[in-house]
């Protein structure tokens, strides 16, 4: 009996002692997160340029009140109404080294992640996502993937047209609504059954939008 109690204890001392390591460890990496001030940029209070670090890309961000309903709704059934998961989400986009080893560039986004949480509130993290989401053909930002798939600004996209475009942001290759449209429109109704699930759209509202063409 205490054989076993000092062998339950032993592995107690070295799990806490390896567990007090990785966390420090973890927080020596604070130092190694990119400049995060720099997304406040994708919360602007009107359409602004915005020059993306990694991609060099210029993005046209809007604001909350640009976004429209229909989107921030179709994105949030889309992705999870969680904030980890979009700053999590927003977190990947913002290491640009490809060459940085996969279990550092984790710990670094989930640390990042962790910071957007605290600085930001809900309707920024959803702001700052879209706007720094990548919908396929180059296109980096909810207003220029509405204007590119449906000439439109992203607060006159309809509820098909938001689900559409929401749809985009898990696979922009697998789910193009130019390659492959019965595939986009497989995602599209998924979002639009997800926002019914989520009680933001009625029932007749959601079979009028899955009826509806993809492009």
Not at 3 to 21: E, G, T, W, Y
Not at 74 to 99: H, M, P, Y
Request: proline share 3%.
């Amino acid at each position: 009996m205490k054989l076993i109690r000092n062998a339950f204890l032993a592995v107690a001392v070295f799990a806490s002692v390896a567990v007090a390591v990785c966390l420090c460890w973890f927080y020596l990496y604070s130092g190694d997160l990119p400049n995060l001030s720099a997304v406040a940029n994708f919360t602007p209070d009107s359409a602004a340029s915005v020059r993306d670090q990694c991609s060099n890309s210029s993005i046209l961000a809007i604001p909350s009140a640009l976004i429209g309903t229909n989107l921030q709704n179709a994105t949030l059934a889309a992705e999870g109404q969680n904030d980890e998961i979009v700053a999590v989400q927003i977190s990947r986009t913002l290491f640009c080294d490809s060459r940085m080893k996969t279990l550092t560039r984790h710990l670094l986004e989930y640390k990042a992640s962790v910071h957007l949480r605290r600085r930001f509130t809900h309707e920024q993290l959803l702001t700052i996502y879209l706007n720094r989401a990548y919908f396929g053909n180059e296109l980096i930002g909810a207003e220029n993937a509405s204007l590119q798939y449906y000439g439109k600004h992203a607060s006159e996209l309809d509820l098909a047209q938001a689900a559409m475009i929401a749809g985009l942001i898990k696979s922009p290759t697998i789910y193009s609504p130019e390659r492959h449209p019965d595939r986009a429109k497989q995602r599209r109704d998924l979002v639009i059954q997800a926002m019914l699930k989520n009680g933001v759209i009625t029932a007749e509202q959601a079979q009028d939008a899955e009826q509806s063409t993809i492009r």
